[in-house]
């Protein structure tokens, strides 16, 4: 269930379709696996973005757990973060970021 703060929790395959369909303006999701050593060293920054930037809400897809989603979104690489506005994805960011570098990316979508 997609928790009501604004944590990154990991969700299943029902949890994603409302998550980015639920009304939130901004929806990031971290596509991940816990054996992806630059997915385990952006685990914390992202952490850190969901404290700092309230109005979007962030969660997580384990890719070894949820094939048919990175599939449907042609997830190649990992970390893989999709950026979704509206139900709609708008931009990715594919592998480490620094979070200065991520939330730059997240500013343009939010107006």
Do not use: P
């Given at each position: 269930?997609?928790?009501q703060n604004n944590k990154d929790i990991e969700v299943t395959?029902?949890?994603?379709?409302?998550?980015?369909?639920?009304?939130?303006?901004?929806?990031?999701?971290?596509?991940?696996?816990?054996?992806?050593m630059p997915c385990l060293m952006l685990a914390p920054i992202?952490?850190?973005?969901?404290?700092?930037?309230?109005?979007?809400?962030?969660?997580?897809?384990?890719?070894?757990?949820?094939?048919?989603?990175?599939a449907k979104f042609k997830v190649q690489s990992i970390p893989?973060?999709?950026?979704?506005?509206?139900?709609?994805?708008?931009?990715?960011?594919?592998?480490?970021?620094?979070?200065?570098?991520?939330?730059?990316?997240?500013?343009?979508?939010?107006?």
């Open positions: 269930m997609v928790n395959k029902g949890e994603f379709e409302e998550l980015i369909n639920n009304g939130h303006k901004l929806v990031v999701v971290d596509f991940f696996a816990d054996w992806c992202i952490d850190e973005l969901s404290e700092s930037m309230k109005e979007v809400k962030f969660a997580k897809i384990n890719v070894d757990d949820n094939r048919e989603i990175a893989c973060l999709i950026i979704f506005k509206e139900g709609k994805e708008v931009d990715r960011i594919i592998g480490s970021q620094t979070a200065e570098a991520i939330e730059e990316k997240l500013k343009k979508y939010l107006d």
